[in-house]
T-cell receptor, first 108, second 113 residues
Framework: DAKTTQPNSMESNEEEPVHLPCNHS???????IHWYRQLPSQGPEYVIH???SNVNNRMASLAIAEDRKSSTLILHRATLRDAAVYYC?????????FGGGTRLMVKP | DSGVTQTPKHLITATGQRVTLRCSPR?????VYWYQQSLDQGLQFLIQ???????AKGNILERFSAQQFPDLHSELNLSSLELGDSALYFC????????????FGQGTRLTVV
């Protein structure tokens, strides 16, 4: 699977939007972009995934660059419960390979 | 609640011993994945099964083995345990084998003393 690059940590204020970036310059045409998050003491939780077009669901939005070399996970209104490690993963095959992720801290 | 059940939640055992971790996937999910998470290694993919057959293999040690049974539950067997095997072991399941949402269990915390 191709590699992703994410900032180690980010900070946000409660009730403000958060944009979590991910670079994946070696993405192949068949790689899907997945986002998972892991809250403290819990298993990872699916957030969203997409291939080429932007995607929205009840949790977040995924904005994918036109050349697909980068993507951004958007949390429209951060809450304290959104404090977690967010993983951006490329998967063209069967498994999800987790990198280091971005630790999101949300300030009240 | 993800619908994926892992037992036991906690396990403490001595070096050299063998343990079995169990995973019940969500109803209807055919694919099961095992991951290991330790403080210094992050989430490491171990192995995946799809409808009873091994589909993908990661950095799984030879001392570790897994299987998926006809009722789709899976077991991860860890033998000749070492202190370094202490970690959280997560199971995940999904409907298909690729590019679908995976649901993770709460994990089994293994401590080897």
């Amino acid at each position: 699977d191709a590699k992703t690059t994410q900032p180690n940590s980010m900070e946000s204020n409660e009730e403000e939007p958060v944009h979590l970036p991910c670079n994946h310059s070696t993405i192949s045409g068949t790689d899907y972009i997945h986002w998972y998050r892991q809250l403290p003491s819990q298993g990872p939780e699916y957030v969203i995934h997409g291939l080429t077009s932007n995607v929205n669901n009840r949790m977040a939005s995924l904005a994918i660059a036109e050349d697909r070399k980068s993507s951004t996970l958007i949390l429209h209104r951060a809450t304290l419960r959104d404090a977690a490690v967010y993983y951006c993963i490329l998967s063209g095959g069967d498994m999800l390979t987790f990198g280091g992720g971005t630790r999101l801290m949300v300030k009240p | 609640d993800s619908g994926v059940t892992q037992t036991p939640k906690h396990l403490i055992t001595a070096t050299g011993q063998r343990v079995t971790l169990r995973c019940s996937p969500r109803s209807g999910d055919l694919s099961v994945y095992w991951y290991q998470q330790s403080l210094d290694q992050g989430l490491q993919f171990l192995i995946q099964y799809y409808n009873g057959e091994e589909r993908a293999k990661g950095n799984i040690l030879e001392r570790f083995s897994a299987q998926q049974f006809p009722d789709l539950h899976s077991e991860l067997n860890l033998s000749s345990l070492e202190l370094g095997d202490s970690a959280l072991y997560f199971c995940a399941s999904s409907v298909y084998s690729r590019n679908t949402e995976a649901f993770f269990g709460q994990g089994t915390r293994l401590t080897v003393v």
